[in-house]
């Protein structure tokens, strides 16, 4: 099995940063990505970024293109999301996936963290 952990999320005025990190624990395949995904109240779970095992492949949605940043570092088995410039709109419970990303990063996901809640004001 695998088990992901979030960290990093918390409250902050629009315009601000932060990292989110998720740390996994258990098996790994050689083949696995890793995502980040959102959930916002009412809505339904968005993809918000992948990356491949290796991190030389990374896809961003475009809602955070050009102000998120998806990395990973294998010898910690974390994986980071670098938010900046946050809007009131990227509010949501921000989860960490891993699994096989196939077809596209966007999807393929099987193992899923608890979240970490983001929350950001006017």
């Known amino acids: 099995q695998v088990q992901l952990v979030e960290s990093g999320g918390g409250l902050l005025q629009a315009g601000g940063s932060l990292r989110l990190s998720c740390a996994a624990s258990?098996?790994?395949?050689?083949?696995?990505?890793m995502g980040w995904f959102r959930q916002a109240p009412g809505k339904e779970r968005e993809f918000v970024a992948g990356i491949n095992w290796s991190g030389s492949t990374t896809l961003h949605a475009d809602s955070v293109k050009g102000r998120s940043t998806i990395s990973r570092d294998n010898a910690k088995n974390t994986v980071y999301l670098q938010m900046n410039n946050l809007k009131p709109e990227d509010t949501a419970v921000y989860l960490c996936?891993?699994?096989?990303?196939?077809?596209?990063?966007?999807?393929?996901?099987?193992?899923w963290g608890q979240g970490t809640q983001v929350t950001v004001s006017s």
């Open positions: 258990g098996r790994t395949f050689s083949n696995s990505a």
């Open positions: 996936a891993a699994g096989r990303g196939w077809p596209t990063l966007r999807t393929g996901y099987d193992y």
